[in-house]
C-alpha cells in the first residue's frame, strides 16, 4: 500500500489535517515536526497521523460546526508519510503559537494530549525544524559559555566543573568546604546538586554565605576565578526570584554565579523567566526527569535532541546532554552528541533536518558564512533585519570520572562544554582536592596529547583515580558474571 492510497480511507475531518501535496513545507510559514508514530487501534498509519495533526493542532475528535475559513487555515498538515519506518511528517502553521516566543506552548501543543491519545501505540517527536521568521520571536540564549570563557580566562579545554556530593545532607559550612576544596584543587565551576533547595539542615541563604566566603578564599589562593552554579528551582515565582536575589546581595560578581534549573520538573516558564529577567547570569538547565520522555526504550515521548533544541530556543546557556554511553546514564553516541552539536553549532544537522539559527533566509550563504565566523555571540546586521542565536553548551556530567575525560571528547568531537563530575572527584581516595587535581591533571595531559597513563607517572592525584576508578570497573565487571548453578556466592 502506498501512503497515497490510504488517502481515500481518511473521513473528511481526518482529510482536513493531511496535505501530501504540501508545497515547500520550508516555506517560513512552519514549524516542522517528524514523529515515530505506530498506530492504535485499527487506524491505518495516514488516519492515526491526521488523528494527531487535528489534536496537536486545532481539532478534537469529531469535525465541530464552529470551525470557520480562519481557523481551518490554522490547521497542522501531515505532509509527509513513511510507511516502511513509521514515520510522519507534520507542519505547524507557526501563528498558531503564543506570540512572543513561548516554549512552553508549542509543547503544549506538540507533545501535549497527543501523547496520550487512544489513536497511537507509539509517538515519539524526533526532530523539530524552527523557520528563520520564527526564530526572531524567541530569545535563545544571552550569556553562554564563551561569556564563562572570559570570565575564567579558560580556553582551549572544557570547563573543568563538580557536582558537591552527597547530593544531600551537609550543611552550609560541610557544604562550602567542599566547594572550597574542589576550587583549590584546581577546578573552575561547582554547581548544587538538582535537589538542593532550602532544606532545613541547608537553609539556602545560609549555603550561599558560606559558599561566597569559600570562594572568595579559593580566589585569593589560587589566583583565579571561579564559578558556582546556584539552583533557584523553587516552589513558585517569587520564591525563584528570592532566590536569585539574595546570590547577587550576597557579593558575587557578574560572572561569578550562575542559574540553574530544573527545566523539567521547574517547567519552560522558569527557564524563560531566568533568561528574561537575568540577561547576564549563565542559566544551567538540569534535565531530572528528561528519561521519562526521552529513553529509547520509551514509544512515547521525545528525544534528546528535541528537548535539546527547544532548551536553546528558550534560552538556556547549557542544557545536560549525556555522556554519550562513556558515563552511568543511559544514553548513546548516537543520541547524545547529535544533540551536543544541535545546541552548539550555527548550522546543526538533526535527524531530519539541517537547522539554521540565524533568522535570516537559508539562501543567503554570505551572510551565513559571516555568522558561522562568530557563531558564538548574536550578529546583529546595521538594520537588524535578522539576527543569530547563539549557542547552548552542552553541559556533560553522570558517572564521569578523570580517566573518561579522554574517551568523552573523544566522542564528542570538541572541548566546549562543561564537564560536572560528583563521584568522579569526590570518590577519589584522597579527597575532594586531589580528585580535582587529578581532573585537572587528566585534561593537561590531553591538551598536550600525552595518555593519562604516561602522564600519572609524574602526576600523584591522576594516578591514584586511574588506580581507583579502573578498579571500580572491575569490581562491576565480576558482579555481571553470572554465578554457576549450584555453586555458593563468593563471600564478598
Ligand atoms: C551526576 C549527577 C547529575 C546526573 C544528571 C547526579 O553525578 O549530579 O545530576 O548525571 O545526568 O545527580 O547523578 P555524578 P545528565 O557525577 O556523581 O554521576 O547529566 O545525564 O542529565
Ligand atoms: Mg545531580
Given at each position: 500500500m502506498k501512503e497515497k492510497d490510504?488517502?481515500?480511507?481518511?473521513n473528511s475531518h481526518q482529510a482536513a489535517?493531511?496535505?501530501?501535496?504540501?508545497?515547500?513545507?520550508?516555506?517560513?510559514e512552519y514549524l516542522l515536526a517528524v514523529f515515530h508514530l505506530i498506530p492504535g487501534g485499527n487506524l491505518n498509519m495516514l488516519q492515526a497521523a491526521a488523528e494527531v495533526s487535528a489534536e496537536s493542532s486545532t481539532g478534537t475528535n469529531f469535525p465541530v460546526l464552529t470551525e470557520t475559513a480562519f481557523s481551518r487555515k490554522m490547521n497542522s498538515l501531515v505532509?509527509?508519510?513513511d510507511l516502511k519506518k513509521n514515520l510522519v511528517w507534520i507542519a505547524y502553521p507557526w501563528r498558531l503559537f503564543d506570540r512572543g516566543g513561548n516554549i512552553q506552548n508549542i509543547l503544549t501543543y506538540v507533545v501535549g494530549n497527543v501523547l496520550g491519545m487512544?489513536?497511537?501505540?507509539a509517538l515519539r517527536l524526533l526532530d523539530v525544524w524552527f523557520p528563520p521568521a520564527m526564530l526572531e520571536q524567541y530569545d535563545g540564549p544571552s550569556y553562554t559559555i564563551d561569556d564563562m570563557r572570559k570570565y575564567l580566562k579558560v580556553y582551549n579545554r572544557p570547563i573543568l566543573g563538580t557536582i558537591i556530593k552527597p547530593k544531600m545532607g551537609l550543611t552550609p559550612a560541610e557544604y562550602a568546604e567542599v566547594c572550597y576544596d574542589f576550587w583549590v584543587g584546581g577546578g573552575d565551576f561547582v554547581k548544587n546538586d538538582e535537589?538542593?533547595?532550602?532544606q532545613d539542615f541547608c537553609p539556602y541563604d545560609k549555603m550561599v554565605k558560606y559558599v561566597k566566603q569559600a570562594m572568595d578564599k579559593a580566589v585569593k589562593e589560587t589566583g583565579k576565578k571561579k564559578v558556582h552554579s546556584f539552583n533557584?528551582?523553587?516552589?513558585?515565582y517569587d520564591t525563584m526570584i528570592e532566590r536569585c536575589e539574595m546570590i547577587r546581595n550576597?557579593?558575587?560578581?557578574?560572572?561569578?554565579y550562575a542559574y540553574l534549573i530544573d527545566g523539567i520538573t521547574a517547567g519552560w516558564m522558569a527557564v524563560q523567566t531566568l533568561r528574561r529577567k537575568y540577561p547576564g547570569v549563565f542559566i544551567h538547565f538540569h534535565r531530572a526527569s528528561h528519561g521519562a520522555y526521552?529513553?529509547?526504550?520509551?514509544?512515547i515521548g521525545f528525544t534528546v535532541l528535541v528537548l535539546s533544541k527547544f532548551a536553546r530556543l528558550a534560552g538556556a546557556?547549557?542544557?545536560?546532554?549525556?555522556?554519550?554511553?562513556?558515563?552511568?546514564?543511559a544514553g548513546s553516541p548516537e543520541e547524545d552528541i547529535i544533540a551536543a552539536h544541535g545546541i552548539q553549532q550555527f548550522k546543526s544537522q538533526g535527524y531530519f533536518f539541517e537547522q539554521s539559527?540565524?533568522?535570516?533566509?537559508?539562501?543567503d550563504k554570505n551572510v551565513l558564512k559571516l555568522t558561522r565566523n562568530?557563531?558564538?555571540?548574536?550578529?546583529?546586521?546595521e538594520d537588524d533585519s535578522w539576527r543569530g542565536v547563539k549557542k547552548c553548551c552542552p553541559i556533560i556530567s553522570g558517572g564521569l570520572n578523570p580517566t573518561l575525560l579522554k574517551p568523552f571528547i573523544d566522542v564528542m568531537g570538541n572541548i566546549d562544554f562543561i564537564t560536572t563530575m560528583g563521584a568522579g572527584c569526590h570518590a577519589h581516595p584522597w579527597g575532594t582536592k586531589a580528585g580535582a587535581t587529578a581532573l585537572v591533571q587528566s585534561c593537561e595531559a590531553y591538551t598536550k596529547k600525552i595518555p593519562i597513563e604516561k602522564y600519572a607517572k609524574t602526576h600523584k592525584e591522576l594516578a591514584e583515580a586511574i588506580k581507583f576508578f579502573s578498579k571500580k570497573k572491575e569490581v562491576v565487571k565480576k558482579a555481571k558474571k553470572p554465578i554457576k548453578k549450584g555453586k555458593k556466592a563468593r563471600k564478598k
Amino acid at each position: 500500500m502506498k501512503e497515497k492510497d490510504l488517502l481515500k480511507t481518511l473521513n473528511s475531518h481526518q482529510a482536513a489535517y493531511v496535505d501530501l501535496d504540501l508545497k515547500d513545507p520550508q516555506n517560513g510559514e512552519y514549524l516542522l515536526a517528524v514523529f515515530h508514530l505506530i498506530p492504535g487501534g485499527n487506524l491505518n498509519m495516514l488516519q492515526a497521523a491526521a488523528e494527531v495533526s487535528a489534536e496537536s493542532s486545532t481539532g478534537t475528535n469529531f469535525p465541530v460546526l464552529t470551525e470557520t475559513a480562519f481557523s481551518r487555515k490554522m490547521n497542522s498538515l501531515v505532509y509527509k508519510v513513511d510507511l516502511k519506518k513509521n514515520l510522519v511528517w507534520i507542519a505547524y502553521p507557526w501563528r498558531l503559537f503564543d506570540r512572543g516566543g513561548n516554549i512552553q506552548n508549542i509543547l503544549t501543543y506538540v507533545v501535549g494530549n497527543v501523547l496520550g491519545m487512544k489513536e497511537i501505540d507509539a509517538l515519539r517527536l524526533l526532530d523539530v525544524w524552527f523557520p528563520p521568521a520564527m526564530l526572531e520571536q524567541y530569545d535563545g540564549p544571552s550569556y553562554t559559555i564563551d561569556d564563562m570563557r572570559k570570565y575564567l580566562k579558560v580556553y582551549n579545554r572544557p570547563i573543568l566543573g563538580t557536582i558537591i556530593k552527597p547530593k544531600m545532607g551537609l550543611t552550609p559550612a560541610e557544604y562550602a568546604e567542599v566547594c572550597y576544596d574542589f576550587w583549590v584543587g584546581g577546578g573552575d565551576f561547582v554547581k548544587n546538586d538538582e535537589p538542593q533547595a532550602n532544606q532545613d539542615f541547608c537553609p539556602y541563604d545560609k549555603m550561599v554565605k558560606y559558599v561566597k566566603q569559600a570562594m572568595d578564599k579559593a580566589v585569593k589562593e589560587t589566583g583565579k576565578k571561579k564559578v558556582h552554579s546556584f539552583n533557584v528551582s523553587a516552589p513558585d515565582y517569587d520564591t525563584m526570584i528570592e532566590r536569585c536575589e539574595m546570590i547577587r546581595n550576597a557579593g558575587f560578581e557578574p560572572g561569578s554565579y550562575a542559574y540553574l534549573i530544573d527545566g523539567i520538573t521547574a517547567g519552560w516558564m522558569a527557564v524563560q523567566t531566568l533568561r528574561r529577567k537575568y540577561p547576564g547570569v549563565f542559566i544551567h538547565f538540569h534535565r531530572a526527569s528528561h528519561g521519562a520522555y526521552t529513553r529509547k526504550e520509551n514509544p512515547i515521548g521525545f528525544t534528546v535532541l528535541v528537548l535539546s533544541k527547544f532548551a536553546r530556543l528558550a534560552g538556556a546557556s547549557g542544557i545536560h546532554t549525556g555522556t554519550a554511553g562513556v558515563g552511568k546514564m543511559a544514553g548513546s553516541p548516537e543520541e547524545d552528541i547529535i544533540a551536543a552539536h544541535g545546541i552548539q553549532q550555527f548550522k546543526s544537522q538533526g535527524y531530519f533536518f539541517e537547522q539554521s539559527w540565524a533568522g535570516i533566509p537559508g539562501k543567503d550563504k554570505n551572510v551565513l558564512k559571516l555568522t558561522r565566523n562568530d557563531a558564538a555571540h548574536k550578529v546583529i546586521l546595521e538594520d537588524d533585519s535578522w539576527r543569530g542565536v547563539k549557542k547552548c553548551c552542552p553541559i556533560i556530567s553522570g558517572g564521569l570520572n578523570p580517566t573518561l575525560l579522554k574517551p568523552f571528547i573523544d566522542v564528542m568531537g570538541n572541548i566546549d562544554f562543561i564537564t560536572t563530575m560528583g563521584a568522579g572527584c569526590h570518590a577519589h581516595p584522597w579527597g575532594t582536592k586531589a580528585g580535582a587535581t587529578a581532573l585537572v591533571q587528566s585534561c593537561e595531559a590531553y591538551t598536550k596529547k600525552i595518555p593519562i597513563e604516561k602522564y600519572a607517572k609524574t602526576h600523584k592525584e591522576l594516578a591514584e583515580a586511574i588506580k581507583f576508578f579502573s578498579k571500580k570497573k572491575e569490581v562491576v565487571k565480576k558482579a555481571k558474571k553470572p554465578i554457576k548453578k549450584g555453586k555458593k556466592a563468593r563471600k564478598k
